[in-house]
């Protein structure tokens, strides 16, 4: 993942997914890796991004959750921490049938989350 900071998105990421920072200091990059407190799982890397952030990313992040009172619960946590909810043009007509929601971190970068339950 690119951040221009990436002390701040490693915060923001490690909260999220209660993850630990590993830093590189070494790395000219700012390169970083959150990993799960047990050390087992997927790891998530950073760095310090060259380009800047897309309006539409091709690839991001959908964190899902079951119902709507947890989507509504993990967007107040994620905002909380210092997300926003992004202005997004993509939204169907009628709100109600929209089954994400939209949000940027710390950094611009846009994710979701996502009621499976939802329809």
Do not use: K
């Given at each position: 993942?690119?951040?221009?900071d990436?002390?701040r998105?490693?915060?923001?990421?490690?909260a999220?997914?209660?993850y630990?920072?590993?830093?590189?200091?070494?790395a000219?990059?700012?390169?970083?890796i959150?990993?799960?407190h047990?050390?087992?799982?997927?790891?998530?890397?950073?760095?310090?991004?060259e380009?800047?952030?897309?309006?539409?990313?091709?690839?991001?992040?959908?964190?899902?959750?079951?119902?709507?009172?947890?989507?509504?619960?993990?967007?107040?946590?994620?905002?909380?921490l210092?997300?926003?909810?992004?202005?997004?043009?993509?939204?169907?007509?009628?709100?109600?049938?929209a089954?994400?929601v939209v949000?940027?971190d710390t950094?611009?970068?846009?994710?979701?989350?996502?009621?499976?339950?939802?329809?």
């Amino acid at each position: 993942m690119g951040a221009d900071d990436v002390e701040r998105a490693a915060a923001f990421w490690a909260a999220v997914f209660d993850y630990e920072i590993v830093r590189f200091d070494e790395a000219e990059n700012d390169f970083t890796i959150l990993v799960p407190h047990d050390r087992v799982g997927t790891r998530i890397a950073l760095q310090r991004a060259e380009s800047p952030v897309q309006e539409h990313p091709r690839v991001h992040i959908d964190l899902v959750v079951d119902t709507a009172a947890e989507q509504q619960a993990e967007t107040d946590r994620l905002v909380a921490l210092g997300a926003t909810v992004a202005d997004w043009d993509s939204y169907p007509a009628d709100p109600s049938h929209a089954d994400f929601v939209v949000l940027a971190d710390t950094e611009g970068n846009r994710f979701c989350i996502v009621d499976a339950g939802h329809g």
